[in-house]
């Protein structure tokens, strides 16, 4: 006899609260919405305050609970400040969403420092200091969590077309990923991420427009949509990821070289 039900598998995430970095567009938008949809109430994070309540505004009418809450990764002191947010108006983060990103697009010998900086803050420094921020709070209440990175196919691969620093901070992401899923397993907190390919979202209008349409090239000629990411998101919060820690899955619709 087994103690786990058949088929160990749920999408219920009642009771649970989420916070979800870069809700304002693309992929964070999405997830958010399926977070909600599935039942739990979710910290609405993000720079452009107009957009999140845009966003709750659509996420309240069909039922879900949340609270936008703007926030910038890159600013240090807004780190534990968010989480107070969250924790106030929907209860301690169990869920903790890293999404927040963005390109860089430069040749990086001509990449300021500045841009630079922000690059690194906004894609690496800043979740990292968010994950510890959370994990912190989950272990001194002897409570469990889940965390999702979000990296990408480029941190693997790079080609020379002008993002390596991109590349750089998505592929130390899921270097995050392992090792903090190490030191908080004990503590019952699963760090896991995913690798998304070519996704409609903000970040890829910008690379359209700049390299014209390449879905040509790829084997289903097409760019996927962000609701092709749900089933991979809930999975990482579902009990059957239970034992599933430190891990990345890529989702990139078989675009890329292996």
């Not at 009771?15 to 964070?28: E, I």
């Not at 990764?73 to 927040?100: F, H, R």
């Not at 994990?135 to 002897?142: M, V």
């Amino acid at each position: 006899m087994s103690d786990f039900p058949l088929p160990y598998v749920s999408n219920d995430l009642s009771g649970r609260v989420a916070l979800v970095t870069g809700t304002t567009s693309g992929l964070g938008r999405r997830f958010a919405q399926v977070l909600a949809n599935s039942g739990a109430s979710v910290a609405l994070t993000g720079r452009r305050a107009d957009r999140l309540e845009e966003l709750a505004a659509e996420i309240r009418a069909t039922g879900g609970t949340c609270e936008p809450i703007p926030f910038d990764i890159t600013q240090p002191e807004q780190i534990a400040e968010v989480v107070d947010k969250a924790e106030t108006s929907l209860g301690m983060v169990d869920i903790l969403i890293n999404n927040a990103g963005i390109p860089d697009a430069q040749r990086a010998h001509k990449m300021s420092n500045e841009f630079a900086d922000l690059v690194f803050s906004t894609n690496l420094v800043g979740p990292w200091k968010l994950s510890n921020e959370v994990a912190r709070r989950l272990i001194e209440a002897k409570k469990p969590g889940r965390m999702i990175n979000i990296s990408s196919v480029g941190g693997f691969r790079y080609d020379g077309n002008g993002a390596a620093l991109y590349s750089v901070t998505k592929s130390a992401i899921v270097r995050m990923t392992e090792c903090l899923a190490v030191e908080w397993s004990r503590f019952n907190i699963n760090v896991n991420a995913i690798a998304p390919g070519a996704f409609s979202s903000e970040m890829m209008d910008g690379m359209l427009e700049r390299m014209g349409d390449f879905s040509g090239s790829f084997p289903r000629k097409r760019i996927c949509d962000p609701a092709q990411l749900d089933s991979t998101l809930l999975y990482f919060l579902s009990p059957a990821s239970e034992a599933v820690t430190g891990t990345y899955v890529k989702v990139d619709d078989g675009q890329g070289a292996r």
